[in-house]
């Protein structure tokens, strides 16, 4: 049997709690297991990326604990969660993704560099990960130089450089193509089986949700369904 | 890779770098300029005060300068300059008799301090012939002669060649008067001593007064090296041991005030200056990093803890001063060598400064010790003043940062 890597218990996130109080994810419960594929869906304002900020450890919950591969991330103390990010964790934003001034290579290789990996290691590290992502030919280049999908593979390619325990991808197509957004669905399906990283998204694209394994539907900052599906 | 990123962050808006750069350049060379022109002038002051009018060190009777009375002066005065004089430390020694009295002429009179000088002796001490405007610098060979100030001239309406009488108390307290003739007009720098300084010749004085040939009310010293004032007063104790020997220090306090007010307005421009630096890159700082909210919630959140943040917000600036600092220590220092060489015009003002002592030339100096002193306090100006920016961003939320447009 799997391990559980993610579990989120009796989670609530309430905003403005004095002046207007908005519920943007109320009690929510959720049990992720090693390796898995999910899409965490629903409609913009449903409470998605709060979600996963919370379980990523980068916002607080009102109330609820956040469990990561057996360490209760609630209740560390600001430095050691950034430290437990560092090393557990794995990010792709929407949008602003990597370091403007450093090239392919240099943004992949700054995570391994926060962790103090020797510059041999780095070295070989980076370049497979941007083999694996197909940019090995565009190492050396910024981000100003590469399409948004060449800039979301290097972003997938950081976020899995320190071998994280998961990734949390918070909306990673919306600003691609049809044919970006499945070439990076068709990268992650492939790290997540090789690698075996656990990859949690949030989306509302339907090309996303077609790829995962198990689809998480949250309405109103509820989980309205949680349903297991074969990946197309 | 901290660093990387610091020193490639500053050149991505490159004008608002400029700006800071430039904001530092200026900073600096303005600090280097007004301390540079600050101590050019009251260094002029202070060389137009030692070369020119007291020297470096004089010796009295101990009640002569309270007293103001030429009996009290000092003995054996040719043993005393001739063992001063031996001494290879000394670069020229003179000894002067001092009265007070009154200068007549024909339609007026006024107040004078006469100094009876031996005139060769003069022209090594103060150079006093290179004062000399009209006439000539007591070579008629008369006992009688006077160099008087231009501004006392005009002020006694007499032209070269006039005749004055002087008129004094003797050492028995008598009155005695004596009638000179003009023989130069000279004109210094400090034109409220020309209104009051007559010279004429010692031995003449002298006699007037009834002092002895041995006898005189001072010794000035000027001495080869300003260091060596202290060792040199030091020895001239033990050569006038009943002498009141006072450095120019100690003879002109008002110009130690004069120093002290100079530094004082230099360190509030110099303020000023660092003042208005700092807001600018307070200014500048912010703008960065408020326009790097999302880029900056990204970096805490894979994994770059508040303390690099921090330091890579201190490291921009730094970098910015890093490259402003030395290009300002060079405009700053080019300014001062070329200035230093033809110096400042400041004729405008020069009537009022001169009567302070004040030269209408200003040349710009300044050691290398205040170059640094400037460049340092410009580089610490400038870490603190990223100090707020840096904290701004420590405030940041990644969440709250990330969602940020």
Request: contains cysteine; hydrophobic residues 45%.
């Amino acid at each position: 049997m799997a391990k559980t890597i993610i579990d989120a218990h009796n989670l609530s996130k309430t905003y403005n709690k004095k002046i207007v109080p908005v519920k943007a994810v109320q009690n929510v419960h959720i049990h992720i297991e090693e390796g898995e594929f999910v899409a965490l869906v629903g409609p913009s304002g449903s409470g998605k990326s709060t979600l996963l900020n919370m379980i990523g450890g980068l916002d607080e919950p009102t109330s609820g604990t956040v469990i990561i591969d057996g360490v209760e991330i609630t209740n560390l103390p600001e430095n050691k969660l950034i430290d437990f990010r560092l090393h557990n964790i794995g990010f792709v934003f929407q949008s602003f993704n990597l370091i403007p001034v450093l090239t392919a290579k240099e943004n992949v290789g700054f995570v391994l560099q926060l962790q103090k990996m020797s510059k041999e290691e780095r070295e070989k590290r980076v370049l497979d990960l941007l083999h694996q992502v197909g940019l090995e030919d565009k190492i050396n280049s910024r981000p100003g130089e590469l399409s948004g999908g060449q800039q979301q593979r290097v972003a997938v390619a950081r976020a899995l450089a320190s071998k994280p325990k998961i990734v949390l991808a918070d909306e990673p197509t919306a600003n691609l193509d049809s044919k970006s957004a499945g070439n990076l669905l068709d990268i992650m399906a492939k790290l997540n089986k090789e690698e075996k990283i656990t990859f949690l998204f949030s989306t509302h694209d339907m090309r996303v949700i077609k790829k995962a394994r198990r689809v998480i539907t949250l309405v109103d900052g509820k989980v309205d369904s949680d349903v297991q599906q074969i990946p197309k | 890779m901290l660093f990387q990123i610091a020193w490639r962050n500053i050149w991505r808006n490159k004008s608002r770098s400029l700006v800071v750069i430039s904001s530092i350049i200026i900073g600096v060379w303005a600090g280097i300029f007004i301390l540079s022109f600050s101590w050019g002038m009251y260094k002029n002051n202070i060389d137009e005060t030692v070369f020119k009018q007291l020297s470096h060190i004089q010796i009295h009777h101990p009640t002569f300068i309270e007293e103001n009375d030429s009996k009290f002066t000092i003995s054996n005065i040719d043993t005393i300059v001739g063992q001063l004089q031996a001494d290879n430390r000394i670069a020229a020694i003179s000894s002067r008799v001092i009265s007070t009295g009154m200068i007549s002429s024909p339609t007026t009179a006024s107040g004078v301090k006469i100094y009876g000088i031996d005139p060769l002796s003069e022209v090594r001490q103060i150079a006093l012939d290179e004062s000399v405007r009209e006439g000539a610098y007591f070579n008629s060979g008369k006992e009688n002669e006077i160099l008087i100030g231009e501004k006392l001239a005009k002020k006694l309406k007499i032209k070269l060649k006039s005749k004055v009488v002087l008129t004094f108390t003797n050492v028995q307290s008598e009155l005695v008067s004596g009638a000179f003739r003009v023989g130069g007009i000279y004109r210094s720098k400090n034109i409220s001593l020309d209104e009051v300084n007559v010279y004429v010749q010692q031995d003449h004085l002298r006699e007037l007064l009834e002092l002895k040939t041995s006898e005189s009310n001072e010794i000035a010293i000027l001495v080869k090296d300003e260091e060596l004032l202290d060792a040199v007063k030091n020895y001239s104790r033990t050569v006038v041991s009943k002498g009141k020997i006072e450095d120019w220090k100690e003879l002109s306090p008002e110009l130690g005030i004069i120093i002290e007010s100079f530094n004082l307005y230099t360190y509030i421009l110099t303020g000023i200056i660092l003042l208005a630096l700092t807001f600018g890159i307070i200014n500048t700082m912010l703008m960065s990093v408020l326009e790097r909210i999302r880029e900056l919630g990204m970096l805490m959140a894979i994994g770059l803890n508040k303390r690099k943040i921090f330091l890579m917000i201190m490291l921009e600036t730094f970098y910015l001063t890093l490259v402003g600092s030395p290009l300002g220590l060079l405009f700053g220092w080019l300014t001062v060598t070329l200035l230093g060489q033809i110096g400042i015009n400041i004729s405008m003002f020069s009537e009022g400064l001169a009567s302070y002592g004040f030269s209408s030339m200003i040349y710009p100096a300044l050691d290398s010790q205040n170059y640094f002193i400037i460049a340092f306090m410009c580089f610490i100006t400038a870490l603190l003043s990223a100090i707020y920016p840096a904290y701004k961003a420590l405030q940041l939320n990644p969440s709250e940062a990330i969602r940020k447009i």
